[in-house]
């Protein structure tokens, strides 16, 4: 095996994800991860994860698929000889109010959010366990914890992930493997960019710190949680938000 660890970020060509693989090569891991589409941003991710002096390897991948998160982490384990990491990000909104939302645009969501973050899980598993160690970190939402009109099939993934993490954690603690999550908030991304102003006022009159949060807050909590020191915290839930969820 490789001497310096390796870290699967799903979804980082950029915004939370491309924060949080930067964040780790800077840690000094190797990154791999995965983007839908967009390939001149994942470009541009991997970039900058090598001038951290990461060797990295960028696959595109739809994680709502189990045979392509199965051969993700084959390629990383062919490429790194190990895992010590696992980032659950790549995560999707079709927003609408329940009387409108069609079976399409809930599928959409627990296919690419919940689905998604279970099959990453369930195919990292067997090698951490195997290494004695390891690090699984699934990003969540405030959302899943406090609940949004609007986001029902949202609300219902990133809650899933957390009862996940939870479960997870309690199954892999005795091979030193621990399972948390992180919520964010507010977040300043391409997926809030589209809001309306109006809405974004809205959401900002609820944070008690009184602005957003940017995707560097979120790659600061993995950091943490992906490091030596957090070696005694699992089946957590840590609120990045400003302090929505008080």
Partial sequence: MSERKAAIVTGASRGIGRATAVRLAKMGMDIVFTYNSGSEAAEETKALCEAEG???LAV????????????????TLEFC??????VNNAGITRDGLIIR???EQFDQVIDTNLNGAFYMMRAVSKQMMKQ????????????GVMGNAGQVNYAASKAGIIGMTKSLARELASRKVTVNAIAPGMIATDMTAVMSDKAKEAMKAAIPVGEMGKPEDIAAAVAFLASEDAGYITGQVICVDG???I
Wanted: with cysteine.
């Fill in 101 to 103: 939302m069609t079976d």
């Fill in 243 to 245: 302090g929505m969820a």
């Fill in 60 to 75: 595109q991948a739809d994680v709502s698929k189990s045979e392509n998160c199965d051969e993700l982490v084959a390629k």
């Fill in 81 to 86: 000889g190990r895992i010590d990491v696992l």
């Fill in 54 to 56: 990461a060797r990295v």
């Fill in 132 to 143: 004695r160690c390891g690090r699984i970190i699934n990003i969540s939402s405030v959302v």
